[in-house]
């Protein structure tokens, strides 16, 4: 009895150790047949978005093939839509089926993303091109606007030609001999290149404000308290706003000053001695006529000029003390570029002031009070933004006067909101 359960033992280990045998290659064989399957899908996966990525890369092609037109182009990239379109369909067909098995999974996965890989290079490709072909179109318009540009340029010089012949330019090609042969379009040409040197001194000073780290939109917003520019560009006309402010202040008076109104002439040698003091500076340079007449009127109206536009906080903050001022203050001209441009400035200005004066009838000076509705016959805007948000915009302020010169208006520019 005893020398037969040994032999039970035997046979039971012999059993659970075949049975442990059987459980482990059906466990080895379901994880192989679960990697075949989850490789099976990545594979087709990876087919799957390739074919969506040729798709793309085509469509693209298709795109591009249109502007400028490509027949060759147009077919090759429809035949592979097509084509893309097709296997999409097939393998739809072969999921809806559960037929997804493949001979190798693993050299179909590496074919999937060798061909996705191919459609993104012919994508970046497409746009490398696309970008050549936009680059190559704004260089055409570039010429094209440059040569535009020459022609609108050879225009205003064939144009001030005519007006330089009918005595219309000013500054030193002012062309008339004596006081009987200025007109109002003479004062009109002169308040252009008035207002054009005030814009670059405007650029000048923005220019060391900026360099200077000063915010330009909250000096902007001391000038013209409450007005919300269109764009930020447009606070330029704030400062623009304020030289022309202080440099036409008191421009209706003799020489800029009361104490020369009380002491004036009879009109007709006040003309006579204005349009004297006019040709004396039609031709000088500001600098060397400054040094030659440190105390003359011109002089003087550059020193409180100067001293109105630059306060002392910008000019401590500009240049890092107050020099120059006091140097003005105390008659001696700084000679610096500076005060050169704003010297040009003050020359036209002081130059458009005395041939108003020398005129008959002289000429009126006036500003738009703000919040008064646009008149075409007073007003020209700087800024054409207000027209698309109302159809009545009204002056936010004045950027630069306007004039009176007998019949003639010059209309004063204004910004509109």
């Given amino acids: 009895m005893d020398s037969v359960t040994p032999k039970k033992s035997r046979l039971a280990r012999t059993f659970a150790k075949v049975l442990h045998e059987d459980i482990r290659k059906a466990k080895s064989r379901e994880k192989i047949t679960k990697d075949r399957d989850k490789a099976v899908g990545e594979a087709f996966v990876a087919k799957l978005f390739a074919g969506l990525s040729s798709i793309k890369a085509s469509y693209a092609q298709l795109q591009c093939a249109q502007s400028p037109y490509d027949a060759d182009g147009i077919q090759s990239a429809d035949r592979v839509i097509v084509a893309e379109l097709k296997k999409l369909s097939e393998l739809r067909q072969r999921f809806s089926k559960k037929e997804l098995a493949e001979a190798s999974p693993a050299t179909a996965l590496l074919v999937a993303e060798a061909q996705e890989q191919s459609s993104l290079v012919k994508m970046y490709e497409i746009t490398s091109r696309k970008l050549d072909s936009q680059v190559k179109l704004k260089e055409s318009e570039i010429v094209f606007l440059k040569e535009k540009l020459a022609e609108i340029d050879g225009d205003c010089k064939l144009l001030d030609k005519r007006l330089n012949s009918s005595g219309g330019r000013g ?247």
Avoid at 194 to 222: I, N, P, Y
Avoid at 298 to 324: H, T, W
Wanted: a negative charge.
């Fill in 171 to 417: 500054g030193g090609q002012l062309s008339f001999r004596d006081r009987g042969e200025v007109r109002p379009s003479h004062f009109v040409s002169l308040l252009r290149q008035a207002v054009k040197s005030v814009r670059s001194f405007v650029r000048l000073l923005v220019d060391e404000m900026e360099s200077e780290d000063w915010d330009l939109d909250a000096a902007a917003a001391l000038i013209q308290p409450g007005v919300a520019f269109w764009e930020r560009s447009h606070i330029c006309f704030a400062f623009e706003s304020f030289v022309c402010r202080e440099m036409f202040d008191c421009f209706d008076r003799p020489c800029f000053s009361e104490k020369y109104a009380s002491s004036s002439p009879e009109k007709e040698n006040r003309r006579r001695e204005f349009f004297d003091k006019f040709t004396e500076q039609k031709s000088a340079r500001p600098a060397d006529y400054l040094s030659r007449k440190p105390k003359s009127i011109f002089a003087e109206f550059c020193r409180a000029k100067y001293l109105r536009v630059i306060n002392p906080k910008m000019e401590a903050s500009l240049f890092g003390n107050l020099d120059q001022r006091n140097l003005v203050s105390s008659g001696v001209l700084p000679e610096n570029a500076f005060f050169a441009t704003f010297c040009e400035m003050a020359k036209r200005v002081w130059m458009l002031h005395c041939l108003a004066f020398a005129l008959d009838p002289e000429v009126a000076i006036f500003r738009v009070s703000n919040g008064s509705r646009l008149s075409e016959v007073y007003m020209e805007s700087v800024n054409d933004e207000a027209f698309d948000a109302s159809p009545e915009p009204v002056v936010a302020f004045t950027v630069v006067p306007g004039f009176r010169v007998a019949s003639v208006v010059v209309q004063s520019q204004v910004y509109l909101i």
